[in-house]
């Protein structure tokens, strides 16, 4: 295999392209948009399985470098009353930790190493068409057209490569609940940086984190229609917040109030539970393209890269394509759905029921030593072993 044409420019395709570099594998990422992500305030948070699989090519510094550890999540309801703890599973709680970031540092550190590894990366090219002939090809909405072995989708939520492969793939349900996210800095000093705070209040959910450096980031669920929020003004978006949360006792409400416009931002959610055909016609899919897990699983940004290096070792080691992809689902496919429906389990914008009960129920798993949530978190991608068909 010489080329490698990997669609969309996210955590997905990046780490993909970085995967493929690792194996030897020339790769070019083909990004719709005219430019890299922007600084606004939405953050996530990397765990331990995709620190483990970013080790394995060499990429883990890319977010140890711009991260601070989250060890675990406080919650507590709209009287300020603690719920519980959630401890978050690592291998070793000394030195590998679940690690928060913003998107945009991390999109930025994953494009600056796929180019120093020689990847190129094109903006400005949305994916139309493909043909396979051999080789595949690869058609763009300027009219352009380009060519490679095989085509990566790691185009998201609504990819185009799902389609493409396969006309009658599912399409992602969304959840009923959007999520609004902001940034802003010296507000809440009392909070621990380390700690993740979940708030459950009479109408909604939110909750926030804050940085060593008095930053915080925050997220509110809010219940409504898929597009209600589509094109909102910040100043709409915190008078929505303020009359889901009024009358509720919660320190995040104080964060919402002190953010500036701009760094409002509002998107919503979806699951997309399983997909019947992975790969066809020089084909496949990494990332939100392939699966899309409720955000409350914090899961999205690891499983991508899990995905990222997954797909690079099959087809570093299987000389055949075809063989290369099919292994690649045997791999992913068991997990990725269960990720998905583990999310779909948990809980929706307010209730904390499932989530309380899945913190009992891995809290008696660990004192009777069978692991509950482990399978989760401390998932293993052994890099240096050779895979076959």
């Not at 910040?234 to 416009?261: C, K, N, W, Y």
């Not at 899990?306 to 690649?328: F, K, Q, S």
């Amino acid at each position: 295999m010489s080329r490698v044409l990997v669609i969309g420019g996210g955590v997905a395709g990046m780490a993909t392209a970085i995967a493929l570099r690792h194996a030897g594998l020339d790769a070019t990422v083909y990004e719709a948009h005219p430019t890299g992500a922007d600084g606004k305030g939405a953050f996530l948070t990397i765990m331990a399985n995709g620190l483990d699989a970013l080790r394995a090519v060499d990429a883990e510094h890319l977010v140890l470098d711009r991260s601070f550890a989250s060890r675990d999540v406080k919650m507590r309801n709209g009287k300020d009353r603690a719920l519980g703890v959630l401890t978050i599973p690592t291998p070793d709680p000394e030195k590998v930790i679940p690690r928060t970031l913003r998107r945009a540092d991390l999109y930025r550190a994953l494009t600056d190493e796929a180019q120093r590894r020689g990847v190129e990366v094109v903006y400005g090219k949305r994916l139309v068409a493909a043909r396979q002939e051999g080789s595949v090809t690869a058609f763009f909405d300027d009219d352009t057209r380009t060519g490679g072995d095989l085509l990566v989708g790691a185009d998201g939520v609504h990819s185009t490569t799902r389609t493409l492969i396969d006309p009658d793939a599912p399409r992602p349900d969304y959840t009923g609940w959007n999520i609004v996210m902001g940034a802003v800095r010296d507000v809440l000093p009392s909070s621990s940086r380390d700690s993740y705070y979940m708030y459950f209040g009479t109408k909604a959910s939110c909750g926030h984190t804050t940085a060593p450096d008095g930053e915080t980031w925050w997220f509110a669920n809010v219940p409504c229609g898929e597009e209600e929020l589509a094109g909102a003004t910040p100043a709409e978006l915190r008078s929505r917040l303020g009359e889901l949360f009024a009358g509720d006792r919660i320190d995040t409400v104080e964060a919402i109030r002190e953010t500036a416009d701009e760094q409002f931002m509002a998107t919503a959610c979806f699951q997309l539970p399983t997909v019947p055909t992975w790969s066809r016609a020089g084909m496949t899919l990494v990332g939100d393209a392939l699966h899309v897990a409720s955000p409350v699983t914090t899961q999205g940004a690891s499983m991508a890269i899990e995905d990222a290096v997954t797909l690079a070792h099959c087809l570093r080691d299987i000389p055949d394509t075809t063989a290369a992809l099919r292994t690649y689902e045997r791999l992913r496919r068991e997990r990725v759905e269960r990720v998905v429906n583990t999310g779909a389990r948990m809980l929706g914008p307010k209730n904390p029921g499932p989530l309380l009960r899945m913190i009992r129920d891995w809290a008696i798993s660990r004192q009777t030593r069978k692991p509950d949530m482990d399978w989760l978190h401390l998932h293993h991608i052994d890099w240096d072993s050779e895979l076959t068909g």
